[in-house]
């Protein structure tokens, strides 16, 4: 199947540059309202290049080309150590955990002290690791949070309506109007004081629903020493994100 862009050029769905020598491939999207082209690459390492409705493909190929060195410099940015596969590692509270698959179809995922170190042993087979996995990992992470901002919560005098967990791509967490805090499940993956400072950031939003220095003084009363979190956040995050 081809994208048709004016006049019915053909536009494939998606195509391959070589970057250091290996093969990776981008997906292509046609977007009436684009102008111009545009490469951009997701948090989780996913090249995509946007064609205009009246783009040529010859052009498209040509831009990309052109902009190999940034796109390499973009992946690199977005690597991760970690792999949810057999074999593979992700941390848990900061603490990396080597992934075993288990054949048995029922149980939970279990931490297990290995041999070489800390491992999480996951139920279901390689084909359902990463479902099995993550509904797990969302359930610790619920329960970090729900803990954290009941502390924050009550220190600062307010009440959380309700908490939701949420598979973002580029945001950590969000405060409603409503008091509803939304939190991205791959918190559990960093170290306690990092989810403890996106937990007390959002609550502090239910005081002021802005970034005003107001606000970091609000966030600084329940949790003085919160710029070690977002440090690590700031220069660990992507990593995690590419999960």
């Not at 048995?104 to 996951?122: C, K, N, S």
């Not at 969000?174 to 004081?193: H, K, M, Q, V």
Request: proline content about 6%; aromatic content about 6%; hydrophobic content about 45%.
């Amino acid at each position: 199947m081809v994208l048709k862009g004016l006049l019915g050029r053909s536009i494939p769905p998606s195509t391959q540059i070589m970057i250091d020598a290996d093969p990776v491939t981008v997906s292509v999207r046609v977007n009436a309202r684009a102008r111009a082209y545009r490469l951009s690459v997701s948090p989780r390492g996913e090249p995509v290049l946007t064609v205009p409705r009246a783009g040529r493909w010859g052009e498209a190929q040509a831009f990309l080309e052109r902009n190999r060195g940034w796109l390499a410099n973009r992946l690199a940015k977005c690597a991760t150590p970690y792999a949810i596969l057999p074999g593979g590692s992700v941390p848990l509270r900061g603490t990396p955990h080597r992934l075993v698959s288990l054949a048995a179809l029922r149980g939970l995922v279990e931490v297990v002290d290995g041999a070489a170190g800390p491992e999480l042993h996951v139920p279901g087979g390689a084909d359902h690791m990463r479902r099995r996995l993550v509904d797990w990992l969302k359930s610790q992470a619920r329960g970090d949070l729900e803990a954290a901002c009941a502390r924050h919560a009550a220190t600062l005098g307010v009440a959380v309506a309700g908490i939701t967990m949420r598979d973002q791509s580029t945001r950590w967490g969000s405060c409603s109007s409503a008091r509803t805090l939304n939190f991205n499940w791959r918190l559990i993956l960093a170290p306690d004081f990092v989810l403890d400072y996106v937990a007390a950031h959002e609550v502090a939003h239910i005081v002021e629903m802005n970034h005003s220095p107001a606000f970091w003084r609000t966030v600084a009363r329940t949790l003085p020493d919160y710029a070690r979190g977002q440090a690590w956040l700031k220069a660990n995050g992507s990593a995690l994100m590419a999960l």
